[in-house]
């Protein structure tokens, strides 16, 4: 009856541990992420937003160089919107360009408040923005948009990618299903 009973403990626990989530979720939502324009180099800030993630757009600037914080520095009008997982910047009119300073974009940083990322993917339409003008870090992201020329419409989002960590939960779960195994082995053997 105890070999009975402590096989089956090791199948439910087997079962729980396969069937819970392999990665802690990752998420930005209700975080505090600072959002910086960084120009005429990487290390000055030209404007700085500190905002906190949520539904709808984070940052709305209607352009003309109104307002504050990073607003104060848009000739156009353009939205910052931060998800979940993503950073997304688009220009709703576009008359502007960055000029060619050694760096003129944005650094989203405070990212690990929202957990632990391993990387990112860039999906963009504005031309002459690629990879190579993103610099990743676990807690922060640059975007170069030096010499970038907008026109209305473009955007840019950069997905952040969860680092693969074990649930504490499903950790626990698969070490006692395999602590039930090998009581299970060891008494067999006996």
């Not at 009973?5 to 802690?24: D, E, G, I, K, N």
């Not at 807690?139 to 680092?163: C, H, K, R, W, Y």
């Amino acid at each position: 009856m105890t070999n009975s009973f402590t096989r089956a403990l090791a199948v439910c626990a087997l079962a729980a541990a396969s069937a819970a989530p392999a990665l802690a979720a990752s998420d930005l939502t209700g975080k505090t992420v600072n959002v910086d324009w960084q120009f005429p180099d990487a290390s000055t800030n030209f404007a700085t937003d500190s905002v906190v993630v949520g539904p709808g757009p984070e940052i709305q600037c209607a352009g003309g160089e109104v307002g504050t914080g990073l607003c104060a520095g848009f000739v156009d009008a353009a939205t910052i919107d931060l998800g979940a997982n993503t950073l997304s910047l688009s220009i709703d009119s576009g008359t502007a360009s960055w000029t060619g300073a050694t760096f003129n974009g944005y650094e989203f940083s405070n990212l690990s408040a929202g957990g632990t990322w391993s990387g990112y993917s860039l999906a963009t339409t504005f031309a002459g923005l690629t990879s190579a003008d993103v610099t990743f870090t676990p807690d922060a992201v640059s975007v170069n948009m030096q010499g970038i020329v907008p026109t209305a419409g473009e955007s840019f989002t950069i997905t952040l990618i969860p680092s693969a960590v074990p649930e504490p939960d499903s950790l626990a779960l698969m070490l006692a299903g395999v602590g039930a195994l090998a009581s299970i082995a060891r008494r067999r053997r006996a």
